[in-house]
């Protein structure tokens, strides 16, 4: 039986690490800046940056209240972002907020932070995974078969 579960979800469990992981690959980008430095001006990649996280962090905001209302209700969020990715929170993160990070730091090397985000996610969000099942059912496995990006 999966244990009860908070409307934050798995998402501490998944942030510190990631956070963690996030702020050793700037401090270590500097520390290098050469060799991960992506050879584009700054001026070119400052907008495409500005844009990613700007949309990702409104992404990120619109599925945080679409899924606190729906936790409220005791129902499961499947439309909107939702209809998109069963977690679009997580996925401003992966594909929008990251990359525009890494744009605006010029860093291939802070772009891997999506990766082991998106591998961070994939593995600790198996107890939620869990939890939903055990809630909703054949409404979640039916939700999962609908949604747009499954491996989100």
């Given amino acids: 039986m999966a244990k009860k579960m908070t409307a934050m979800g798995t998402g501490p469990a998944t942030a510190v690490p990631a956070f963690t992981y996030l702020v050793l690959v700037i401090v270590l980008d500097y520390v290098l800046r050469p060799q991960f430095k992506m050879h584009a001006s700054f001026d070119t990649l400052l907008p495409w940056g500005i844009v990613l996280i ?3 962090f409104v992404a990120l905001g619109v599925s945080a209240v679409q899924m606190l209302r729906a ?21 401003s993160y992966v594909i929008l907020i990251l ?25 600790m969000s198996r107890p939620e995974e869990e939890w939903l099942k055990q809630e909703f059912g054949e409404r979640y496995l039916d939700y999962r078969r609908r949604v747009l990006l499954k491996f989100l």
Avoid: C, E, Q
Wanted: hydrophobic content about 55%.
């Fill in 54 to 56: 700007a949309v990702g």
């Fill in 71 to 91: 936790f409220k209700r005791h129902d499961l969020a499947t439309t909107g972002l939702y209809a998109i990715a069963p977690n679009p929170m997580f996925m």
């Fill in 99 to 123: 990359p525009g990070l890494s744009l605006l730091l010029r860093s291939w090397l802070v772009l891997t932070s999506s990766v082991v985000f998106y591998v961070l996610i994939r593995i």
